[in-house]
Structures are given as structure tokens and as C-alpha cells.
């Protein structure tokens, strides 16, 4: 990294034309690189950078605070309205949709093309984190504190909330497997993944005693990719062929 000192890179994603955007938290910077150049450009700003997502229209979004950067440009345009992002996802449309990880945390939405900002409270509002868009447009989030996973859904404005088995389960890292399930890290109770959704969550015991795990990411075949920073690892897991056989039994 150029940036000399601890840069603190919370969250890396590609985007289509091959480079690589991340977050620099401790600087307060973006990055971007590519493969071909091994060379990382930084883009200095005053807002600190938490998760990032790489809009269609070739924009960089990043929570912290919220923010949307122009490459083109190389300018920021920050989101007064929303000083305390901390997930981040896209609708298939455009809209920036985000959670507000505070102990009166929102779930809310941005315009991309007017930066109209407009919020949901839910109906648990203990620190929600994660968020993530399934195929049918809903809106699925985490609420640490409280352990429930809550679906929202845009057309009808309306939250359901899904308490988990364990209330010191603390969810986290949150992904939607290609089966419609809901996945959740527990970085409370105990050390584990597991599903939910339309039914409780079935634990999955990890193989270390803390996993630590952020975020949730899912590839074309159907495997969920983490990384778990106390252990200093990578991995992935998958609800397998034969599990599905059997829960179909």
C-alpha cells in the first residue's frame, strides 16, 4: 500500500473492469488496483471508509458515513443525511440501500440519481449490521444485539423479524446462499454459521473456538467465502448435495 502507517483495509470487492476497490479505514481513504499494473491509486478523503459496493454506473459507494466517490473525477459527494452506514448493498435497480449500526439504527435507502435519502425504522433497532438483497427484492439485515435477522420488504414497507435460538448470538457477517436460505456468522454464544430464514437457524460448528468473521460473499458455484482474522485464514463453506437430499426426505 502506498500509504505509509497502518492503513487499515476493512473491505476489498472487484469491479467489472477488472480492478479492485477497497477501504482504507485507519487513513480515510479509498483504494484501487489492478492485477495487470500491481500498483494502488489512493483517493484521500475526510470521512472514515467502512464497507464498499461499486455501483453500475461506475461509482464507488463506501459506509463509514455514507459516501458516493466518482472515479472519473476523482470527487466524493457525501450523504449528510446519513452519518452512521455501516452495511451497504445494491438493489438490482440502483438504490443504495444501508443499516445504521447504532442502538436507534435504520434501515434506509439513497436514490443514486438524486441522493433523496429516506429511512425504516424496524421494529428492533439494537445495532443492526449486515444487509443483503435476495433475488426477490427483499431486503434481509442482522440486529446484533437483539440476534434477529429481519426481512423487509420495499413493496409493502413492512418488517418481520426472526428471533434466533440463542439470544447471545450476536449475528454478523450475513450472506444468501443459492438456495434462498439465509446464512449468519455468530460471534456471540459460540462459534458457528448457520440458516435461516422461512424457518429458525440451524447451527454448523466452525472449526475454531472464535471465528471472527465480517462478511459473507458468494461465488458462482454456490460457496460462501469468509475470512476469519483471529485465526488468519480464508475458507468457505456450502450446504452440500447430500444435506439437501436428506432435508427433502
Avoid at 466524493?76 to 452506514?85: K, L, M, Q
Avoid at 439485515?141 to 413493496?155: Q, T
Avoid at 435460538?165 to 438456495?179: C, E, F, H, Q, V
Avoid at 476469519?228 to 468457505?236: D, F, I, L, Q, S
Amino acid at each position: 500500500m502506498p500509504h505509509m502507517g497502518p492503513a487499515l483495509i476493512h473491505s476489498a470487492v472487484p469491479a467489472p473492469d477488472g480492478s479492485v476497490w477497497m477501504t482504507q479505514a485507519g487513513a480515510k481513504k479509498l483504494g484501487a488496483g489492478t492485477r495487470r499494473r500491481q500498483k494502488i491509486t489512493e483517493f484521500q478523503d475526510d470521512w472514515r471508509k467502512h464497507t464498499i459496493k461499486v455501483h453500475p454506473d461506475g461509482s464507488v459507494w463506501s459506509t463509514g458515513r455514507a459516501d458516493r466517490f466518482d472515479p472519473k473525477t476523482g470527487t466524493y459527494t457525501h450523504i449528510a443525511d446519513v452519518p452512521t452506514a455501516y452495511g451497504i448493498a445494491l438493489e438490482q435497480g440502483g438504490t443504495v440501500w444501508f443499516t445504521e449500526m447504532t442502538k436507534t439504527g435504520s434501515l434506509g435507502k439513497v436514490d443514486p440519481k438524486t441522493l433523496k435519502v429516506t429511512k425504516y425504522i424496524p421494529p428492533t433497532r439494537d445495532r443492526p449490521r449486515r444487509i443483503q438483497i435476495a433475488d426477490d427484492g427483499m431486503i434481509w439485515f442482522c440486529i446484533y444485539e437483539a440476534a434477529k435477522i429481519v426481512r423487509f420488504d420495499p413493496k409493502t414497507e413492512t418488517f418481520k423479524e426472526f428471533a434466533l435460538p440463542n439470544s447471545k448470538t450476536k449475528p454478523y457477517a450475513l450472506g444468501i446462499g443459492t438456495d434462498g436460505m439465509i446464512w449468519y456468522s455468530s460471534s456471540g454464544a459460540t462459534s458457528w454459521a448457520a440458516r435461516s430464514g422461512h424457518r429458525q437457524g440451524d447451527g454448523v460448528p466452525m472449526p475454531y473456538t472464535d471465528n471472527g468473521m465480517r462478511d459473507f460473499f458468494l461465488d458462482k458455484d454456490g460457496h460462501i467465502w469468509f475470512g476469519t482474522p483471529p485465526n488468519n485464514r480464508v475458507g468457505y463453506f456450502y450446504f452440500s448435495t447430500k444435506q439437501r437430499n436428506a432435508e427433502a426426505r
